[in-house]
């Protein structure tokens, strides 16, 4: 069977993509499976299994990836791609990636591990070592020293820990906030350009990341994108400060959500009902074995600055609002929806405590379930063609059981190591559901 018959998705009734979108997230039927790759940073795709699935449909063995977000090494889904395989939601970044300069003025760059070409921004200036270790600039100022590294054998980059050493008494929460402040013009103009091309001129839903709204993701932490980032900024520092100084952290919190309020109206302002769903956070609570912070914890620490930004925009917009966290949580999935989410991501149904029946009956009326549709971490990368094939139709059929409430994603970002063949048996079974 020919790559193009393999994602091949009948569009079936009249909705356009846009309007199935916004079915979904108001839990009414839909005309065929609402479908994203490549919207966020939790949803899309390692670029060289970009390359490859691009270069297997459309025969194009010149076209060279763009690095969409850097940090995780995830390729564009560009239009052509996204057309061949009935993608229905696009995404918007902030103007800076996670190192700090903005995706533009494209130059070649060769992925170590493989040796394929892509097209990475004009800053992204790297050095590597004699071991072939890849290392990353914030701003791409190679002289304020690395902030991430790329193993020889790797396919994205690692936060380089430059926590400093500190006096307890020395700490100052405004260390921890020097990262937030208000978007300024060149921002705002990033966003109105972005999300007016694509209102405008296609019919794809339209999903936003806000920035400066997740408290505590560890991946925004350690500041990639600063040169000389102070305060707490190790991962094990971090994680032990929520149960040894809960006053500093919320402080810190106190202040990134005074500022992330803010540039909600400004974006609410701008942008008004073009956008669908927001991107707020992407902090993660929970492991392979259950959450590995406790309950208490994340109605006391987290939850009450999540429920202000979220009604911040539910009171300003009608965009649906985005959380992202891995491994096993059920436990504080209500605190979740008390916090005013709208669309959890993913399911990650193999993990402790996330069983997707359970999470689909108990859950399924409040929240937009998006992902989740095969395990990125055994299935997809190692099994076969077949067993891919039959774990997405089982999910599907678990997650979608009603026709409300499902946008197919994987569990997480599809690496870049992922046999094509896979890649193909999962959209193979997404174009066999029929409703």
Known sequence: MSPEKKTSVKTGGAMTSRQRLQAVLDHKPVDRLCVDFGAGGQTGMGICAVDRIRKAITGDMDYRVKICEPFQMLGEIDEELRKALHLDVVGVY????????????????????????VMAPGDFNYTRDAENYTYMYPQGDVSAGPCAVMPPTGYFFDAIDRHEPFREEDLDPADNCEEFGELGDADIEHFVSKVKHFYDKTDYGIYLTIPGVAFGDIALVSATWMKKPKGIRGVTEWYLSTAMRPDYIHKVFETQCEIGLRNIEKLAAAL????????????????????????????ELYKPYMK?????????????????????FREIIPDIIEAGFDVLNPIQYYAATMDAVEIKSQFGDDLVLWGGGVNTQQTLPFGTPDEVYAEVIRQIEIFHSDNTGFVFNAVHNVQSDVPTENIFAMFKAVDSVRF
């Open 272 to 299: 008004g009902d073009m956008v669908q769903v927001a991107f707020v956070s992407g902090t993660d609570f929970g492991t392979q074995n259950g959450l590995f912070a406790s309950p208490d914890t994340f109605r």
């Open 94 to 117: 902030p103007r800076c990636n996670m190192f700090g300069f903005e995706d533009n003025n494209w130059k070649p760059f060769t992925i170590p591990v493989t040796g394929l070409e």
């Open 308 to 328: 202000a930004i979220n009604d911040k925009i539910h009171e300003l917009t009608g965009w649906k609002t985005f959380m992202h966290c891995c491994g096993g």
